[in-house]
């Protein structure tokens, strides 16, 4: 008996692994700051777990149209149209997180073989559930001068026949960078004049640090672009619903109906109980969502200057989502407890096995020499991280 090739190659998520890791050790007793998932460390707002209890109290707890209520993918395009993004209910799928979205997405455009391109740093899952599809990842190493954003020249050289789509996340994970219209205009061009898909991830998208910068899809830049754009967003980061599970996508009419195929025959509709939490997310009050964001900012001050203040340390202030993407190359090729620092995982072990410091490695994002720090833990792990990162640098080099 053996398994498909398929599932031999798909590996555990690295991001969830080092978490459940870091997770289990403490469930041990060991004292460990974990700064690996990126999960907020609030709880969902009130008004949300309301809507969700009156829900099950009304016994709304039944199969739901498979692409999600009515309500709800009505209420996700009254969002997108305050992005100048103009879609209809029937353009909205729900799914079970943003995830599963990118899952439906690739498998509603990817044959066999076809190469869908990504730009790393990259969040780990999308190499996986490529490979899921049967499809094949094409990997664009981006400048850290250009804060790790892509540019047209970089997609061409990545370019052949054999393109179906390309990959964009804006707020990007791990690094935080946000792409200014003019630079997903480029990025527009390229995919319209190709003739791809692009699957825009958009999943931190409420959650950027600056009054000076906004948000834009790159679906909203026209027509062309708009109609082979799938925007894939989920309401985990932002409202502190991971849990819940819940994403969407939104495309052309043709697209959607092909997603809602696929989902009806794999999970059905999303939860009937976080859909109805969902909506009350988008269209009851954000007071407690706009209080989390205003938190993440000032962690995100906090945690960049205490490791800019670290010798041999360095990061890019991140614009977006929450995290900190720190560059650890000068720490490399010396030996800590007897251990030789090769790569950013021996520096990720090191911190976790000897510092109680749990950290994303950057190989995970298809880079070299970085450690991805979540800042979306409270304050008072994050100082104490800061702290044991502070004193991990200063006893070994
Ligand atoms: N997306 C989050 C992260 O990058 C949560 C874990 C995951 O699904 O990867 O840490």
């Not at 007071?287 to 890019?316: C, T, V, W, Y």
């Not at 520096?347 to 994303?360: E, F, K, W």
């Not at 994002?365 to 991990?392: C, H, L, P, Q, W």
Request: avoid cysteine; charged fraction near 25%; aromatic fraction near 8%.
């Amino acid at each position: 008996m053996k398994l498909s090739a398929m599932a031999s190659g798909i590996r555990p998520s690295s991001t969830l692994s080092i978490s459940a890791e870091a997770n289990r050790r403490k469930a041990e007793g060991v004292d460990i700051i974990n700064f690996s998932a990126g999960e907020p460390d609030f709880n969902t707002p009130e008004n949300i777990k309301e809507a969700a209890i009156r829900a099950i109290n009304d016994n709304f707890t039944k199969y739901t149209p498979y692409e999600g209520i009515y309500e709800l993918r009505k209420a996700v395009a009254e969002e997108l149209k305050t992005e100048g993004l103009e879609y209809a209910p029937e353009d909205i799928v729900i799914s079970n997180g943003s995830k599963h979205a990118i899952k439906n997405a690739l498998s509603a455009i990817t044959d066999p073989g076809d190469e869908i391109i990504v730009p790393a740093p990259y969040w780990n899952s999308y190499i996986d559930i490529i490979n899921m599809v049967y499809g094949v990842p094409v990997i664009v190493q981006t400048r850290k001068q250009n804060i790790f954003k892509v540019t047209r020249a970089e997609l061409e050289k990545a370019y052949t026949p054999k393109t179906k789509a390309l990959i964009i996340n804006s707020p990007n994970n791990p690094t935080g960078a946000v792409y200014s219209e003019a630079e997903l205009k480029e990025i527009a061009d390229f995919a319209v004049e190709k003739d791809i898909f692009v699957i825009s991830d958009e999943i931190y998208k409420r959650l950027i640090y600056s009054r000076h910068l906004k948000h834009i899809s790159i679906a909203s830049l026209g027509e062309d672009i708009k109609k082979r754009t799938i925007v894939v967003d989920g309401l985990s980061k932002s409202f502190s619903m991971t849990g819940w599970r819940v994403g969407y996508t939104a495309s052309d009419r043709e697209l959607a109906k092909a997603i809602a195929n696929i989902q009806s025959n794999s999970t059905s509709n999303i939860n009937s109980v976080a859909q109805a939490a969902a909506l009350e997310a988008l269209t009851g009050d954000k007071g407690e969502m706009i209080n989390m964001l205003k938190e993440f900012q000032h962690r995100r001050d906090f945690i960049a200057q205490r490791i800019s203040d670290i010798p041999l340390l360095s990061s890019i202030l991140p614009k977006g989502a929450f995290y900190l993407f720190v560059d650890v190359s000068k720490l490399l090729g010396n030996s800590v407890r007897g251990t030789l620092l090769n790569d950013s995982r021996d520096v990720a072990d090191v911190l976790m096995n000897s510092y109680g410091v749990a950290v994303v490695p950057s190989d995970a994002f298809g880079v070299k020499n970085y450690i991805r720090i979540s800042y979306a833990t409270s304050m008072r792990d994050i100082v104490e991280g800061a702290n044991r990162i502070e004193k991990f640098v200063k006893q070994n080099f």
